[in-house]
Each structure stands twice: as C-alpha cells, then as structure tokens.
C-alpha cells in the first residue's frame, strides 16, 4: 500500500512563500512522475507542477516563474517552493505520484493567501 503525506501548507499574506513537502512510503520503487494539483471548492481539481523521474518538469502558466518543483528520488519525497503568493493561489494542494499504471493522492493540504 502506497502512502502521501503532504505537509506545509498554511495561511500566508500576499506576496509571501510556502513549501510544501510530500513523503510516499510503501511497497514502491522510485515513482514515474510526482506532482502536485490543487483543486478549489466547486472547481476541477487542477495541475499545478509536476517532475517526473529523470528530472524533467512541468508548470501550469499561472505558476511558471514563481513555483518549483523539486524531488529526492532516495526519499521518494517531492518539493514545491511557492513565491510570490497569490490569492488566486488559494485552494488544497494534492500530491500526485504515479507507479507504472497506478495513481495515488495525498490527502490534501490547505493553502490560503490572504491579507
């Protein structure tokens, strides 16, 4: 059984940084893709960034130049470094891994910018 956890999210003001953190743990060898999606009430949930095992990666538009996406593979760990908050960022960030054919989900870490 594979297993997320996902850590640092919070309330930031405008302008501000945040990292999130997600662990995979269990039966896994080192993951085809991590990612992160971020999903709003009401919305579709939404990719945000995403790295896959040799380090290539992805960006939604509205977060390319101020996310990065990050990962130790002997951890099975992957980063996101978020600057220069935006409300618009605000929602549940998921962390996405994908081993072979199978997709996981973390179980959500809530991040508000405000002021």
């Known amino acids: 059984q594979v297993q997320l956890v996902e850590s640092g999210g919070g309330l930031v003001q405008p302008g501000g940084s945040l990292r999130l953190s997600c662990a995979a743990s269990?039966?896994?060898?080192?993951?085809?893709?991590m990612g992160w999606y971020r999903q709003v009430l009401g919305k579709e949930r939404e990719l945000v960034a995403t790295i896959r095992k040799g380090g290539s990666t992805n960006y939604a538009d509205s977060v390319k130049g101020r996310f990065t996406i990050s990962r130790e593979n002997a951890k099975n760990t992957v980063y996101l470094q978020m600057n220069s908050l935006k409300p618009e960022d605000t929602g549940v960030y998921y962390c996405n891994l994908v081993l072979g054919l199978l997709t996981y989900w973390g179980q959500g870490t809530q991040v508000t910018v405000s002021s």
């Open positions: 269990g039966s896994i060898f080192t993951p085809n893709a």
